[in-house]
């Protein structure tokens, strides 16, 4: 009966910090703690954050969950060389080309490898 109580109480937990970070009130210190949250959900909400830090963006591309990794590689605060060392990694490539902020020029260097039917954009 303990063990249900307790995780039951961990489970509504969870929820208020993912709630936290819906709140347009909340600092980014609080995104910044949360993205160190044990619970994977937790990390994955602050991955998306866009109050979340570049450096935290670049450290949760290394978190064990595939899908705090894919959410890091999307956040439109990565560094430029960051994100184009995801785009020549196979493994990080389709998490890194849904980025909001991937410079046009890039772009326009995918879209021109994808019409010669080249595997790996030329020039990045």
Not at 77 to 95: E, K, Y
């Amino acid at each position: 009966m303990t063990d249900c109580r307790n995780s039951r109480v961990e489970l509504l937990q969870q929820a208020g910090r993912q709630l936290a970070l819906d709140d347009p009130e909340s600092t980014a210190d609080l995104v910044e703690r949360f993205s160190r949250d044990t619970h994977e959900e937790v990390r994955h909400r602050a991955a998306t954050d866009p109050r979340l830090s570049p450096v935290s963006a670049v450290r949760l591309l290394n978190d064990p969950r595939r899908s705090v990794r894919h959410a890091a590689a999307t956040h439109p605060r990565l560094p430029a060389r960051t994100l184009i060392r995801l785009l020549r990694d196979t493994a990080t490539a389709d998490s890194a080309a849904q980025n909001p902020a991937l410079p046009v020029a890039v772009m326009h260097c995918m879209l021109d490898s994808a019409a010669a039917g080249s595997a790996s954009p030329r020039g990045l």
